[in-house]
């Protein structure tokens, strides 16, 4: 069964509020401007796209609220039987039922006019065949005001029903109103019931949660049951009554035998064996709780007798407790839950699954090897052993004792090599040799290393103050010395070069552009700069020069080419319509209409600062002609 979480519902809004939703994410998400003198098809598409559109929202719609309000035929069958009593399990279906026969209607009334715009012979005929679909919807729906109404109180009751787990441990706690049903549960768990000396204090069910053996348990406090028919009861009393039928619980009968409940011992009893057909194949105890008021042994024979009865003869648990003075209440609790797991695992020794479980399981018994009898030997070493005492000053010394001695945990190291189990007990404390490719380390190192490396400094020391190390100058040609002053020159110059170069961009001014700066730089200025440099510049000036003269066209070459010239006027405006004819004009005139009408169509565009005829974008959030009126006096902030 599937279990569901009731508190995920979305809010189901109104008729009113369901249209004005769908309508206003139409107008959101659509196109809203269109033009008469649009192609036909552009238009029958425009409209088309509304119908669709608004169509499919309402079907999103309808399909959230079908899908999460829960089948009565999909969840177990306690959370089934506890909407009928709180709900109407016929009034609920038939307002699901609605709002899936209004889904219907919608899809059709939109493959109707989608089929009727189709044939949409101008602007006015498809638009008022649009605003016929969108107003067919809208009555549509504004039928299902109360379905839509009814389900939005359903959810909001199943949003704050309490999480109940139909297949988890469970304690049920039942009985007469006013017995100390909701005192037990405020004992036992978490949770927190209105507690009043009056009658049906508690008018649903509530649940609370401990924790026994290392397992979670749910409580459930449920309300007060009167001894009358089935179909005299009423709504606070059905839910007592489903909870008892689909629960796989331990039920837990209370009862008070000091009648300050107002029910006496008798009407308590007999409500018993009226719901008793309820608590078949669970485990039941019989509770009697206000034991500081009247003990089951102060009660007359006969009432004495009844209670024995239902021991006896329903095979009920009798305990007894105090929620007032707290007597008894944790043993009655522990007492309920161990009932409850034996009753489950004999439950479960019954079910089919048991066998798979017990096919796996293999048992290994000894076998008999002989007839020899083998008792059980213990040392008699172990059985004069002395209890350890940590106050015995002459008890044995542990290993604790000495870390202690020594410092404690964090300074106390201890001493693995004492339980070394070697031939001599002298060689404990060796040391361990180390071996590297199957050789002892220690056979090649030499004992008098550290002598001979300080007899090798010594030698560096004498060596060093006889300048023996000391370098020779260098013997350099005149060459070389000129060509180390002109690389020196060079490098200078360009470090020159650097700083004017960043000093220049570094301030706030125009630079000036490249081709501007290019005709400044002449061929001369080339020269001069190299030449100032050092560097030979007779080869990079003789091939600037000829570049140059290289780029100019002669006075013959600028004349015009001789096809050109014989071409007539005629071939021109041939090859011109030819262009024309491949952008789809037939003439130059045509395309030059075409651009200004271009111009006409964007310049309302290009007033209001839109990007085309989709871009509704509104950047004056208010604009004035809206927000302003007649102003008081003082008030002038209409923006």
């Known amino acids: 069964m599937s279990l569901y979480n009731f508190k995920k519902i979305e809010p189901v809004p109104t008729g009113s509020d369901f249209i004005d939703i769908i309508l206003s994410k139409t107008q959101r998400k659509t196109p809203t401007v269109i033009h008469k003198n649009y192609n036909i098809g552009r238009i029958r598409q425009f409209y088309m796209r509304k119908v669709k559109f608004t169509q499919e929202n309402f079907e999103e719609k309808f399909k959230n609220i079908l899908d999460e309000f829960p089948k009565l035929e999909d969840i177990h069958p306690f959370y089934a039987d506890l909407m009928n009593v709180l709900y109407d399990k016929d009034h609920y279906k038939l307002a699901l039922g609605q709002i899936n026969t209004a889904r219907h209607l919608i899809d059709q009334v939109a493959k109707d006019y989608v089929r009727l715009l189709k044939f949409g012979d101008s602007l006015y005929r498809c638009k008022q065949l649009k605003k016929a679909a969108l107003g067919r919807m809208a009555t549509i729906m504004k039928r299902q005001k109360d379905s839509l109404a009814y389900l939005e109180q359903v959810r909001q009751h199943l949003s704050r029903l309490p999480s109940i787990d139909p297949n988890t441990r469970t304690l049920l706690i039942c009985g007469y109103p006013n017995v100390g049903k909701s005192s037990f549960i405020n004992k036992v768990t978490r949770a927190d019931v209105d507690v009043q000396p009056y009658a049906f204090t508690t008018k649903s069910l509530f649940v609370g949660h401990m924790d026994y053996k290392y397992m979670r348990w749910q409580v459930i406090d449920t309300p007060g049951i009167l001894d009358h028919p089935l179909e005299d009861r009423n709504t606070i009393e059905m839910q007592s009554i489903t909870a008892m039928a689909h629960l796989r619980a331990c039920i837990m009968y209370f009862m008070d ?83 409850l797991l034996s009753a489950r695992v004999e439950m479960k020794m019954k079910g089919n699954k048991i066998n798979d479980v017990i096919n796996k399981i293999h048992l290994a018994q000894p076998a008999v090897r002989d007839s020899i009898s083998r ?94 190390y000391a370098e020779a100058e260098d013997m350099a040609d005149s060459d070389e010395e000129t060509l180390r002053e002109t690389a020196d020159a060079i490098r200078e110059r360009k470090k020159m070069i650097v700083q004017a170069h960043r000093a220049a961009h570094g301030k706030n001014r125009p630079s000036i552009p490249l081709k501007a700066a290019a005709k400044r730089n002449t061929i001369d200025a080339m020269d001069k700069s190299l030449t100032e440099m050092g560097i030979d510049s007779g ?44 952008l789809g004009f037939r003439n130059v005139k045509q395309k030059l209409e075409a651009d200004k009408n271009k111009k006409v169509a964007q310049k309302s565009f290009s007033k209001l600062g ?15 002609h809206l927000f302003s009126a007649k102003s008081s006096m003082g008030t002038r902030d209409w923006r």
């Open 257 to 339: 035998l000091s009648e300050q409940c107002g029910y006496s011992v008798e009407d308590q009893v007999k409500l018993f064996h009226s719901i008793k057909p309820l608590f078949a194949n669970k485990p039941v105890c019989l509770v009697i709780n206000k034991i500081d008021q009247m003990k089951p042994e102060d009660l007359p024979a006969e009432q004495r007798a009844w209670i024995e009865e239902i021991a006896n003869g329903e095979n009920a648990t009798v305990m007894t407790m105090s929620c007032y003075e707290d007597l008894g209440v944790m043993e009655v609790r522990n007492n309920a839950c161990d009932k």
């Open 375 to 468: 008792m059980p030997n213990i040392p008699e070493g172990a059985k004069d052993k002395i209890k350890y005492d940590k106050m015995d000053p002459n008890r044995p010394k542990l290993a604790r004792d000495i870390e202690y001695e020594n410092g404690g945990a964090g300074v106390y190291n201890v001493d693995l090599k004492k339980i070394y189990m070697l031939a001599d007990d002298e060689w404990r404390y060796d040391t361990i040799p180390e071996f590297l490719d199957g050789h002892n380390v220690a056979d090649f190192i030499d004992p008098d290393i550290e002598e001979k490396l300080e007899a090798l400094e010594r030698e560096e020391e004498r060596l060093e103050q006889e300048g023996f």
């Open 539 to 582: 080869a990079a000036v003789d091939r600037s020069r000829k570049a140059a003269a290289d780029r100019k066209r002669s006075r013959s070459e600028a004349v015009g080419d001789e096809a050109v010239k014989e071409a007539d006027a005629t071939e021109r405006d041939e090859a011109i319509s030819q262009k024309m004819s491949n």
């Open 610 to 624: 839109k990007r085309g005829e989709s871009d509704r974008g509104i950047q004056t959030k208010m604009p004035k």
